[in-house]
Structure formats: structure tokens, C-alpha cells
């Protein structure tokens, strides 16, 4: 089984910054593509960012420029940096992993997922 472990979340200001981590245990997720997704309070779902196996990263408009995902593969962790959080960023986060390609359009298909982390930030 993969499991995987967000932390990382909190309450912020408007403007201030914060770095998620998802940790992966019980098989090597650096074979994995990961990626992140978060749910929004009206129960929008929205792919954030994702990672290949090798760095390459690919981001949604909405965080383009002001979040960077990271990995590093020796310790099974990939992160996402988000620096000018603005209170439309606020939602659960959450992480994910595939052998295959995860795009950011769907995720109804994507082999694990973790609990979740929540990020709020407040004007």
C-alpha cells in the first residue's frame, strides 16, 4: 500500500506563506508522479500543481507564480511552497500519487490520495 502524510497547513494572513509536505511511506513514491489538489468551502476542486518524476512541474493559472512544487525523491517527500496566499486560496488540501501521468483537469482516476491538510487565510 502507499500512504501518504500532508502537513503543513494552517491560518495565515493574507500575503504571507506557507509550505505544504506530503510525505510517502510503505512503497517508494519517487516513481511516482504526485501531485496537489484542493477543495475550496463551496466544494470547488481544483488541481494545483503536479510533479514528475524527474522535477518537471506543471501549475494551475490560479497559483502560477506565487506556488512552487518541489520533491525530494530520497526522502519520499514533495512539497508545495505557496508565498502571497490571498484568502481565495483558502481550502483542504490535498495530496496525490501515480505510476501514471496525473493531470491537473481530473482526478477521478488518481491511485492515492492523503487526508488532507487545511490551509486558511484570512484578510
Known amino acids: 500500500q502507499v500512504l501518504l502524510e500532508e502537513s503543513g497547513g494552517g491560518s495565515v494572513q493574507a500575503g504571507e506563506s506557507l509550505t505544504l509536505s506530503c510525505k510517502g511511506s510503505?512503497?517508494?513514491?519517487?516513481?511516482?508522479?504526485m501531485a496537489w489538489f484542493r477543495q475550496a468551502p463551496d466544494n470547488s476542486r481544483e488541481g494545483v500543481a503536479v510533479?514528475?518524476?524527474?522535477?518537471?512541474?506543471t501549475y494551475s493559472d490560479s497559483v502560477r507564480g506565487r506556488f512552487t512544487v518541489s520533491r525530494n525523491n530520497a526522502a519520499y517527500t514533495v512539497y508545495l511552497q505557496m508565498n502571497d496566499l490571498k484568502p481565495e486560496d483558502t481550502a483542504m488540501y490535498y495530496c496525490?500519487?501515480?505510476?501514471?501521468?496525473?493531470?491537473?483537469?481530473?482526478?477521478?482516476?488518481?491511485?492515492?490520495w492523503g487526508q488532507g491538510t487545511q490551509v486558511t487565510v484570512s484578510s
Open positions: 496525490a500519487a501515480d505510476r501514471n501521468v496525473i493531470h491537473l483537469e481530473s482526478s477521478d482516476r488518481i491511485a492515492h
Open positions: 510503505g512503497y517508494p513514491t519517487n516513481f511516482f508522479y
Open positions: 510533479i514528475d518524476v524527474v522535477g518537471g512541474a
